[in-house]
């Protein structure tokens, strides 16, 4: 009697039941994937909104902070005083000259203009000619710092002042503190605080 030699392998239950266990495996690595992929996008993201925000916080804090107090007497009477410093500050715009901190002009005396419009934070400068003359800030470039701003106020404070000014007119000297207060729907700014150290008039 010749003996059945036995068959070795899977049976279809098997073979079905590994491959739902297999496509549930590989269903778990690719949802496990798309999760870390979306998760790096999003870190990268807010890195990125965190580095834009340090940058724009650090360069308003660095060109305030060096605000220098040239005379600015400007030909058109639209100003209470005839002359004063070239800082001269609203609610929710800001002009001053300072040295440029970066490009080729870097060192060079420049008048910048900060100001919110279309709830975007604009910045605008032009080369400081001499006291007279005014930048015609309407024929110059505005390049955006942030976007989606909910909320910009500038606040001033004098060496004598006893509590925060909403404008600081063309006058005598800088004010001692400038605070400003920047709300974005997407970023979380800090309030920024910005001594200047001379603010009184100096004639070159």
Known sequence: ??????????????MIIALVIL??????TLTALRTFAQTQS????????????RQVTDFLRRTIGQATPVLFAPVKGDYEASYGTYFIGEQTSLVW?????FGLDAGSS???RLSQEDSRLWLQFSPFIDSVTEPDWSELIKYELLADITEFEIGFLGSRASGWLKEWPL???????????IS????????IV???DDGQLHVR
């Not at 496509?23 to 778990?28: F, P, Q, T, W």
């Not at 000259?97 to 901190?101: K, R």
């Open 1 to 14: 009697m010749i003996a059945k030699k036995s068959q070795s392998g899977f049976t279809m239950v098997e």
């Open 23 to 28: 496509s549930m495996i590989m269903l778990a």
């Open 42 to 53: 999003k870190i990268e993201e807010v890195t990125a909104r965190l580095n834009t925000t």
């Open 97 to 101: 000259v300072a040295p440029m901190n």
């Open 110 to 112: 420049f008048v910048f």
């Open 171 to 181: 006058s005598q000297a800088s004010p001692a503190l400038v605070k400003l207060t």
């Open 184 to 191: 974005s729907a997407e970023r979380f700014l800090p309030e």
């Open 194 to 196: 910005v001594r200047l």
